[in-house]
């Protein structure tokens, strides 16, 4: 038998297996890496858009002269500023929205949908009234099949 350069049959097969193998690893790397930054973009959009709500409720109810809705003790979906003049509520997308004036300004973009929004109002008198906020985002992306939620809670006292 005659000795020849070159591969045989069976070495092609195993480098083949072999490169097809590493080839699978990386590519499962690169995906894992992939679907976490996905995640750290869906959590810091939640962040970022619930940090924008809460600074303009903050502004906005502490400047506020009254509160027309929710009534004391109770609880809305709604929050009614200044007679009516300001209200938040959720729109027909879930999108959190400010009118003011009759103007609308949307408090949350695109990328974030809001589940669940509850506006309380306590305070022992008319001149402490505090508002208590309860939210719930949700990302309009899905991380590997999941929607990312957060809730947020804060309590603003009218000055």
Do not use: C, W
């Not at 506020?64 to 003790?73: C, F, K, V």
């Not at 929004?117 to 508002?131: H, M, N």
Request: cysteine-free.
């Amino acid at each position: 038998m005659k000795l020849t350069r070159g591969s045989s049959l069976v070495e092609l097969i195993l480098y083949t297996g072999l490169l097809t193998t590493i080839l699978v690893v990386l590519y499962q790397l690169f995906a894992i890496a992939g679907y976490r930054k996905i995640g750290e973009v869906v959590e810091d959009e939640l962040y970022v858009n619930s940090s924008h709500v809460f600074s303009d409720l903050y502004r906005t109810v502490q400047g506020a002269t009254s509160i027309t809705e929710p009534t004391p003790g109770g609880v809305s979906s709604t929050l009614r500023l200044n007679a009516g003049t300001t209200v938040y509520q959720l729109d027909e997308n879930n999108r959190l929205v400010k009118i003011e004036n009759g103007t609308t300004a949307f408090l949350t973009n695109k990328n974030v949908t809001v589940n669940s929004l509850i506006f309380s109002r306590k305070g022992p008198s008319v001149q402490s009234q505090t508002i208590t906020v309860d939210l719930r985002a949700d990302g309009t992306h899905q991380v590997e099949g999941k929607t990312i939620s957060e809730d947020f809670t804060t309590s603003i006292t009218v000055r």
